[in-house]
């Protein structure tokens, strides 16, 4: 049972275009969600975080916008960059549990 | 950010051996950690909780003696794969929290590779 769900295994944009990711979840029980990018052979980095009671986060060029009602999050990235190329994973966490669930993933390509 | 290493990056090791991989937080204490497994084009799927000074809190379908886990201090967990296969070849990553902080900072993950 997938909680954390990413539909799109891969995307490729234009270089400087906006890049859109999107994360779908089924656990209401989720009020914390994060976006970590990640290259082969290696840890996730952390990006961007939103709480649920936001419904939108921005730091630079990424945006992570959440709709609770339909239990979806999207990150925004703009203008991408050649050097964002990598696998994004989204997760969700429930209070005090501290457990990251996380999505399948979706390889991004920026061409340059 | 924080730092979280683990150890080694990379092993090889032959059937019915076992390895053990060490995931520490360096600048920062760490009560609890976790260990997740990744396959192929796959996610990072949670294996197992790692709580200092207790016993892990494993997933369903985790074996616990297979994947042996050990959190002797607040900046060192351990996982031992047990007897070795090679179906047990992965990429197996460490993350820590900091107290009452829900970001986690991940390690550099291990790639296991059991012939």
């Known amino acids: 049972d997938q909680q954390v769900k990413q539909n799109s295994p891969s995307l490729s944009v234009q270089e400087g275009r906006i890049s859109i990711l999107n994360c779908d979840y089924t656990?209401?029980?989720?009020?914390?969600f994060l976006w970590y990018k990640k290259y082969p052979a290696e840890g996730p980095t952390f990006l961007i975080s939103?709480?649920?009671?936001?419904d939108k986060n921005e730091d630079g060029r990424f945006t992570v916008f959440l709709n609770k009602s339909a239990k979806h999050l999207s990150l925004h990235i703009v203008p991408s960059q050649p050097g964002d190329s990598a696998v994004y994973f989204c997760?969700?966490?429930?209070?005090?549990?501290?457990?990251?669930?996380f999505g399948t993933g979706t390889r991004l390509k920026v061409l340059a | 950010g924080a730092v979280v290493s683990q150890h080694p990056s990379r092993v090889i090791c032959k059937s019915g051996t076992s390895v053990k991989i060490e995931c520490r937080s360096l600048?920062?204490?760490?009560?609890?950690m976790f260990w997740y497994r990744q396959f192929p084009k796959q996610s990072l799927m949670l294996m197992a909780t790692?709580?200092?000074?207790?016993?892990?809190?494993?997933e369903q379908g985790v074996e616990k003696d297979k994947f042996l886990i050990n959190h002797a201090s607040l900046t060192l967990s351990t996982l031992t794969v047990t007897s070795a296969h090679p179906e047990d070849s992965s990429f197996y990553i460490c993350?820590?929290?900091?107290?009452?902080?829900?970001?986690?900072?991940f390690g550099q993950g291990t790639r296991l590779t059991v012939v």
């Open positions: 993350s820590a929290s900091k107290p009452s902080n829900t970001e986690a900072f």
């Open positions: 656990n209401s029980m989720f009020d914390y």
């Open positions: 939103i709480s649920s009671i936001k």
């Open positions: 997760a969700a966490i429930s209070s005090g549990t501290y457990k990251y669930i």
């Open positions: 600048d920062f204490q760490a009560t609890t």
């Open positions: 790692s709580n200092e000074g207790s016993k892990a809190t494993y």
